[in-house]
């Protein structure tokens, strides 16, 4: 099941694909089905329930699309192609075979788990000790590789009504109108900072924690030293990405910004980019690290498994045939990696 639904992400033109029903039907077939075998894995009383909605839903939502659209999944190719052929009559096929062996694991996991008298297995999916901290910054990849695309929306949306400087492309559906669409680039600045920055400010808190500095002044000064280091790392990394792929500003250009370097970071950018890793680094990230600790092993591992089937089917969809960048005109240009 989920094999076919990322087969159709690799052969959809993700220029053209629309956030419909289909859309929404094969993310949710996809987490759904990791879901059920996960927790067919674990010997849970939900396996049965969530691995029959997931059927169902597939199947019943197939038909309301077919209805709706004239095609068991909405076509982003050519009526004539092989691929209209392909999926549009081979997968209702599959799915309803996928769909009978899914009930038939969630059955198989109840059985299973009534006659053995089996309890829902509980810790974390992989013994290896360094598991937990690989899943935490998994976790942190992609979640914040999504949640950056927003940011980068609303970053466009301030530029829009002259709180910062710059230009935007309203014409880029791909930043306005594909939301989920993953943007690594922050999702791998969350995984630095938690390796990187977060040490980086606690040896700071530590160093003016044992110095004679009088204990009311350590944390301001622990923050804004934590901020200058985050501006230095910061800054850093934009100005290397730049110098390697952005040599010929085809996606940005700073150059008319004021207080820019070589049009490939600018004091702007430089300061928002260092009040967001900071804030991340002394509210954010230590929130998060509490919440993971409270919710333990096995939730954990369940959003893995739902993120992980989700953000996969994000990521064949947008880069095995990447949209086709469009080049940023004089009225408007560039004003972050993520508008070009």
Not at 81 to 95: D, G, L, Q, T
Not at 186 to 215: C, F, H, M, R, Y
Not at 292 to 303: E, H, I, S, V, Y
Not at 310 to 316: A, K, Q, R, S, T
Request: aromatic share 12%.
């Amino acid at each position: 099941m989920i094999g076919s639904w990322y087969a159709y992400a690799v052969a959809s033109n993700p220029d053209k694909l629309p956030y419909d029903l289909s859309f929404w039907r094969a993310g949710a077939s996809t987490v759904g089905t990791a879901m059920s075998a996960w927790l067919a894995h674990r010997c849970s009383p939900a396996a049965l329930p969530v691995a029959a909605a997931t059927a169902a839903g597939t199947a019943v939502l197939g038909k309301l699309n077919k209805r709706l659209k004239g095609s068991y999944v909405t076509r982003t190719w050519s009526r004539d192609s092989i691929k209209e052929k392909a999926f549009n009559k081979a997968m209702p096929v599959a799915h309803a075979v996928e769909s009978a062996a899914l009930v038939g694991l969630g059955v198989f996991s109840e059985y299973r788990r009534r006659k053995s008298a089996l309890p829902t297995l509980q810790g974390p999916l992989c013994s290896a000790a360094r598991y937990p901290q690989a899943r935490k910054l998994g976790l942190y990849f992609m979640t914040f590789s999504m949640l950056g695309h927003w940011v980068e929306m609303l970053f466009c949306t301030g530029i829009k009504y002259g709180i910062f400087k710059g230009g935007y492309d309203r014409s880029n559906h791909m930043l306005w109108d594909q939301w989920l669409f993953p943007f690594p680039a922050e999702g791998t600045a969350a995984v630095l900072a938690d390796l990187l920055l977060v040490p980086a400010k606690n040896a700071i808190e530590a160093t003016l924690a044992s110095s004679p500095v009088p204990a009311a002044l350590c944390k301001p000064l622990a923050i804004g030293a934590s901020f200058l280091v985050n501006q230095i790392a910061c800054t850093s990394v934009d100005f290397g990405t730049g110098m390697v792929a952005n040599r010929n500003y085809e996606l940005w250009d700073y150059r008319d910004m004021k207080y820019n370097f070589m049009g490939q970071v600018c004091l702007q950018n430089s300061l928002f980019y260092s009040i967001i890793a900071t804030w991340g680094v002394w509210q954010l990230l230590p929130a998060l690290e509490k919440l993971m600790k409270r919710a333990g092993d096995t939730k954990l591992d369940g959003f893995l498994v739902g993120m992980g089937s989700l953000f996969v089917f994000l990521e064949l969809l947008y880069q095995a045939v990447p949209p086709k960048p469009k080049l940023p005109t004089a009225e408007a240009s560039p004003a972050s990696p993520a508008t070009a």
